[in-house]
């Protein structure tokens, strides 16, 4: 009885608790919305159809959005009533993002489940990535692997990605052959895996193959999330949760797939420092880079564009912090943060051609002059002439937008900061939230934003807004850092199928595309069937 009369006190309490933290934007005179249910609140986050996956998050955010979109910011509240601030100006973005970044640097704070140091070993390989490493010691690895993402690097690996994209024809061709429609996010998954496994950890991962690697099938498993893995991750972002989940040894990430992917890098680990071999991909790049022994590319600091300077880190790294497990969990997030977001941006790609016949002839006779003008023996554009193609990179960005992969970006802050013509004060530790796909399909800086129109990222479709309206790879120091490297896939990936094949639409093909409930990234709820023609 006891029990139960404290136990519902201590209910009472906090909730009263929560309903005082629920007035601070009112306090602050910051609008908002209104309906913050407790204990959760009403971050877009952690609203109920998220949690219940009855909707994709990606709906929700602009759902909410639209009731604000004339504002430059708007005041939310997460799990027991941590406020957060969303912000919609591209202007005000700018400051927290990129010029002011200094007071934003980390993404979760105390809401990061995987801070500390975890008593599970599994997760403790997870806690040193990039997405969740916070302070100096993301500092120190984000500025020591920036490098090995730069167009010099990159270039090694064309010849990777130029392979791969060979077995993705000889599987177009099997389609073809039987006059079979393809399964696009399948056959663009095995390109996707089979690019980053090469890549990044020097390992076939026989993708197109019919009997399964043992790599493939504990990689895919990775990706592979149960009701109950989606409950863990939303109570591991739950203050008081997280920490008891911490506390009783709850095992965040699949311990028995990650183990297999720790053996399998720092096995590759030993075998290249033992016998100094070289495959110039990823492992060996972490490894020059740890060890200062391949030194920045003058051509590649020349080379930057503005999302790049931006994203550099002006900061002197520690580097004998960074270990064998660094290198093994970078390499882990790349693979998990690469593989979904580019096979999906190649499938949904793929739709549109066949949905817009117009814009798949540009793109056509882009590569066919490209391959036309091949120098004797070359029967591949090389990066330089690949990042030329001005068409085909603006279908790709056009895609990114009107299918952004990740819906959302998060930062704390983490000092008292007051943006230069706001009339507003960020506390520290407020969250800030940044809702990219309602930004996306906004139409003021997109017009008919509800069309799919590659002219959008011409150089006269990019003069007509601020540049960070754009943010399929976020902006600043905490953007994407495998950017130029997912950029270089797709395009691989797409010009090796489109120089001999067309795609078009077929009895099975879905009308419209609808973002799967149960998904963060916008996996579609039906499967995208295309035909495919030999040109």
């Not at 500025?143 to 130029?162: E, R």
């Not at 506390?427 to 796909?437: D, L, R």
Request: glycine share 6%.
């Amino acid at each position: 009885m006891f029990i139960l009369v404290g136990l519902v006190g201590f209910i009472v309490v906090v909730y009263a608790i929560f309903q005082w933290k629920i007035q601070y934007w009112n306090r602050r005179g910051v609008p908002g919305p209104s309906d913050a249910a407790f204990p959760l609140g009403n971050d877009f986050l952690f609203t109920k159809p998220v949690i219940l996956r009855q909707r994709n998050m990606g709906y929700v955010i602009e759902d909410q959005y639209s009731q604000f979109k004339h504002l430059s910011y708007y005041g939310v509240y997460g799990p027991f009533g941590a406020p957060t601030l969303v912000i919609n100006d591209p202007n005000l973005l700018k400051l927290i993002l990129v010029k002011d970044s200094r007071h934003f640097l980390d993404r979760f704070g105390d809401l990061n489940p995987y801070g500390g140091d975890s008593d599970v070993f599994t997760d403790k390989i997870w806690q040193k990535q990039l997405l969740f490493l916070q302070g100096d010691l993301w500092k120190d690895v984000r500025s020591t692997f920036s490098p090995i993402f730069s167009s010099s690097k990159i270039k090694f690996m064309m010849h990777f990605m130029k392979a791969i994209g060979i077995r993705l024809k000889g599987e177009i061709q099997k389609a073809v052959d039987s006059q079979q429609p393809i399964d696009t996010k399948d056959v663009f998954s095995k390109f996707s895996m089979d690019t980053i496994a090469t890549c990044a950890f020097g390992v076939d991962a026989g993708s197109f193959e019919e009997d399964n690697s043992e790599f493939l099938q504990h990689a895919r498993k990775i990706f592979i999330n149960s009701a109950l893995d989606n409950l863990k991750m939303v109570a591991s972002f739950t203050p008081g949760l997280n920490f008891l989940l911490k506390s009783l040894r709850m095992k965040f990430f699949k311990p028995k797939e990650t183990l297999f992917m720790y053996n399998v890098i720092t096995a590759t680990i030993k075998h290249r420092i033992e016998s100094q071999t070289r495959k110039n991909d990823l492992i060996d790049l972490m490894i020059d880079a740890i060890n200062e022994t391949n030194p920045e590319n003058i051509e590649d600091i020349h080379s930057q564009e503005q999302y790049e300077i931006d994203s550099n880190l002006e900061h002197k790294a520690q580097k004998d912090k960074l270990d064998e497990l660094i290198i093994v969990s970078t390499a882990l997030i790349i693979m998990a943060a690469g593989y979904d977001t580019t096979s999906m941006t190649l499938t949904y790609c793929a739709y549109e051609l066949a949905q817009h016949p117009e814009v798949q002839e540009k793109v056509l006779q882009e590569i066919d002059e490209v391959m036309v003008n091949l120098e004797d023996g070359q029967d591949f554009p090389d990066y330089n002439i690949l990042q030329g193609m001005r068409y085909l990179d603006a279908v790709i960005h056009e895609t990114l937008r009107f299918h952004t992969p990740v819906p959302v970006a998060r930062r704390i802050c983490l000092q008292d900061y007051t943006p230069p013509g706001y009339d507003l004060t960020i506390e520290k530790g407020t969250y800030i939230s940044v809702p990219i796909y309602a930004i996306h399909r906004d139409a003021q800086y997109y017009p008919d934003p509800e069309e799919f129109n590659p002219d959008n990222f011409t150089a006269e479709g990019k003069k007509s807004r601020s540049p960070y309206s754009f943010l399929a790879f976020g902006q600043g120091p905490r953007s994407c850092i495998g950017m130029r490297f997912a950029l270089m896939e797709a395009k691989v990936g797409l010009f090796s199928v489109l120089m001999r094949y067309r795609f078009s639409a077929c009895p099975q093909t879905p009308k419209a595309i609808i973002r799967a409930p149960d998904s963060v990234l916008g996996i579609p709820a039906e499967t995208l069937w295309l035909a495919v023609q030999e040109r």
